[in-house]
């Protein structure tokens, strides 16, 4: 069975830091990208970033490059987002999702991602 388990969301206050989790079961990992993606009340989902399992090439969406960080442990399956000084535009549900040989194309197009977890909510508190 396939799974994507994200961990580590919460209340952080304006300035902060979190790392979310995503640990991933069910498939090869070295064969998939795993992005993180997120979506506030009302918004569209976002992609936020991704990581190429295989080579470890990334990707960040503008908003976050310089403040948020991505990596991946192979050895665990798990993909991390260091998330620092956390506005409180940053807050809503986080998503990690796998896409097989992937990214094709531009990363940040949720639906040529084939798996998903259940999400994690990020508050910053201004």
């Known amino acids: 069975e396939v799974q994507l388990v994200e961990s580590g969301g919460g209340l952080v206050q304006a300035g902060g830091s979190l790392r979310l989790s995503c640990a991933a079961s069910?498939?090869?990992?070295?064969?998939?990208?795993i992005g993180w993606f997120r979506q506030a009340p009302g918004k569209e989902r976002e992609g936020v970033s991704c990581?190429?399992?295989?080579?470890?090439?990334?990707y960040y969406a503008d908003s976050v490059k310089g403040r948020f960080t991505i990596s991946s442990d192979n050895a665990k399956n798990t993909v991390y987002l260091q998330m620092n000084s956390l506005k409180p535009e940053d807050t809503a549900v986080y998503y990690c999702?796998?896409?097989?040989?992937?990214?094709?194309?531009?990363?940040?197009?949720?639906?040529?991602?084939?798996?998903w977890g259940q999400g994690t909510q990020v508050t910053v508190s201004s």
């Open positions: 069910g498939f090869t990992f070295d064969d998939y990208a």
């Open positions: 990581i190429s399992s295989s080579d470890g090439t990334t």
């Open positions: 999702a796998a896409v097989r040989l992937g990214p094709q194309g531009p990363w940040n197009v949720y639906y040529q991602y084939d798996y």
